[in-house]
């Protein structure tokens, strides 16, 4: 960055899946590597940001400058570790997977097979990290995810009113884009706009995203 485009701010970024446990060796999960989320928090960095990094389940390294990073498992944990960092923050990215729901109970020993019999598992909802923060009075600047199948535009312009985030972004999963790769496209929306990131490497469009953050942050909040 020729400027350093989030100079003072402190910024939080979560990244990564959620597991949620079933019992001690069983978990459910998703295909999320984490590598958008830290590519995000390393670009925040670069701009200048004071950046904590809530991480899910992931074998990568904290990129240099984190001030701060915080590992959990649990979209409950996720939850914690993040209303606490964004109490104080400027802006809150949530580039994690979080899981939507968890077993209602975890089993504290090893679930047997009982052959010739269908297991039931009951999930509960868990809570949204976005929702939970948008609802509090004073909130960071909201920036969300959307990975979506099909109808890119419209999923992502619904779950930017409905959770009140500031930016959305949103990226159609599948075609070697998203989960599990190194290259990602992204289309930013806003309320009143819309902003189209090409299909790059993770790094290359993480720091298109914080110019953009950048610049709606300070249209809004500046
Ligand atoms: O509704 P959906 O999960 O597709 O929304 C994705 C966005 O919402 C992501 O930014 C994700 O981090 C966030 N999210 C959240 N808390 C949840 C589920 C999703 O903050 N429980």
């Not at 984190?66 to 990215?93: F, G, K, T």
């Not at 535009?153 to 779950?159: G, I, L, M």
């Not at 999963?173 to 496209?185: M, P």
Request: glycine fraction near 10%; charge should be neutral.
């Amino acid at each position: 960055f020729g400027d350093r485009v989030l100079a003072g701010l402190k910024v939080v970024v979560s990244a990564g899946p959620t597991y949620e446990d079933i019992d001690p060796v069983r978990f459910i999960g998703n295909r999320s590597s984490g590598k958008m989320g830290f590519a995000v928090a390393e670009a925040a960095v670069q701009a200048g940001a004071q950046v904590t990094l809530i991480a899910g389940p992931v074998s990568l390294a904290t990129p240099p400058g984190i001030a701060m990073r915080a590992d959990v498992r649990s979209a409950a944990q996720m939850h914690a570790a993040v209303m606490e960092a964004a109490a104080d923050a400027d802006i809150y990215i949530g580039a994690a997977a979080v899981g939507d729901y968890r077993p209602n109970a975890r089993a504290d020993n090893k679930l047997k097979k009982q052959s010739g019999s269908e297991l039931t598992l009951q999930l509960i909802e868990n809570p949204d990290i976005l929702a939970s923060l948008s609802a509090q009075q004073t909130h960071p600047f909201l920036v969300g995810f959307a990975a979506e199948t099909q109808n890119v535009e419209s999923y992502a312009r619904d779950k930017l009113q409905r959770k009140g985030l500031d930016v959305i972004a949103a990226n159609q999963v599948g075609d070697g884009l998203g989960f599990e790769t190194a290259d990602n496209a992204l289309t930013l929306y806003w309320a009143g706009g819309v902003a189209e990131l090409p299909r790059a490497d993770k790094t290359a469009l993480a720091r298109q995203l914080i110019e953009h953050v950048a610049a709606r942050y300070k249209a809004v909040r500046g």
